[in-house]
């Protein structure tokens, strides 16, 4: 699977634990920063990282700020993207199945590394159910078309 992946300053410790777990999975994996912990503003790697999965060249993303909140929130400004904040492995695995996310935004504050290794094993291993599930997600979807302001 091909990852794109992001932070900001506060998510960069946690990103980078996260890429190389991914990369010794035998994932693909598109870093687009933040490269150090040296002040960033979180929504522009959002942007290419959501970019990345629109213009298909990467399958999912992954975006890590101190809570995972201004990421998700920045994330979810894309038509066409999907993305959920999450904290426990139970939600890695319902964001996926049953809203088809496609990228998963994580808080590096006080995540264990192993939890965070687990979360994303979860979220990329996940398939969506589809179902009552696509019923909805589809209605998302419509949303997104029908909102022309």
Same mark, same amino acid.
């Given at each position: 699977m091909k990852l794109a992946?992001?932070?900001d300053h506060a998510g960069y410790s946690l990103k980078e634990i996260v890429k190389q777990h991914l990369i010794s999975s035998g994932h693909e994996v598109i870093d687009h920063g933040a490269y150090d912990s040296s002040s960033v503003d979180y929504p522009d790697y959002a942007k290419?990282?959501?970019e990345s999965i629109l213009d298909m060249e990467a399958d999912q993303g992954i975006l890590i700020c101190y809570t995972g909140i201004g990421m998700s929130i920045?994330?979810?400004k *894309?038509?066409?993207i999907r993305a959920g904040n999450v904290g426990d492995?139970?939600?890695a695995y319902l964001t996926?199945?049953?809203n088809n996310t496609n990228v998963l935004c994580m808080g590096a504050r006080k995540m264990p590394e192993q939890l965070a290794c687990d979360?994303?094993?979860? *979220?990329?291993?996940t398939e969506f159910e589809g179902g009552r599930h696509e019923r909805r997600v589809n209605k998302i979807i419509e949303m997104e078309k029908e909102d022309s302001r």
């Open positions: 992946i992001g932070s290419r990282v959501c920045a994330a979810n *894309f038509k066409g492995v139970e939600s996926r199945a049953h979360i994303v094993n979860t *979220f990329i291993r």
